[in-house]
């Protein structure tokens, strides 16, 4: 019996019983990049981000929604009630809307669907663009009398001069908001797209149905607690403006 170690290295089990040609390709054959998930993930960061800046054009230019965009639409401002308390306190939105099935309008045996987002709210952001806009149209103008080095270098100054003033004057707002569902539905349900601008909260919901009794639930609540009168909301925090 020789025992002597041999200096062959054991097979791969899965390639086990291959011919050396076979192997040879197999192990030359590229394997899955890491960077695969990594690249997926980003693709789907822009995705989500350029529609975020979408949703905030719809809003801050309501021109561009569409009739069916408009129905889904609820709009609440920050002293709207659902239930026994404001929808908003301080940078936070608490938003539970009326205890009906999203997708069936049932009222029995409903499951809470809960979302949280974070977002960012920006002052006067038309404003903003507009001076952008405008600086870049100057530039335009007399881009025959700043030679081609100077004029790009113009635009490029503006848009990131631009984009600096619009992400100062902004900021965070924390969104929790609770859908009812029957069990059997609650899969089918994501989170709907939301927007903050100008203390209002604009939340696409997921069906025209929700949409007319959250809407019918906040102008109920409006007649019984009407909003103050603008001295009072002036006189609630100090007057930077």
Known sequence: MNLEPSDEQPQPAHLAGTSPDDQADAQASPQPSAARPRRRRFGQFVRSRLRQIWLNVQIWIPFLLNPFERRRLLRLNEHDRLGDREVRYDLDWTVELPYVCWKTSQTRDLVPCVFERRLR??????????????????????????????????????????????????????????IWSRPEHVDELSCPDMVVHCDHLYIHLPSTE???????????????????????????????Y
């Open 210 to 240: 929700l949409a007319r009794a959250a809407t019918a639930a906040v102008r109920q609540a409006r007649a019984l607690y009407p909003p103050p009168p603008p001295e009072s909301r002036s006189a609630m925090g100090p007057d930077i």
């Open 121 to 178: 709210s920006f002052e006067r952001p038309l404003t903003i663009l507009g001076v952008m806009f405008l600086g870049l149209m100057v530039v335009s103008s007399l881009s025959c009398l700043l030679g081609p080095w100077l004029t790009p270098t113009l635009y490029g100054t503006i848009v990131l001069l631009g984009l600096t003033v619009l992400l100062i004057k902004s900021w965070r707002e924390n969104v929790r908001l609770t």
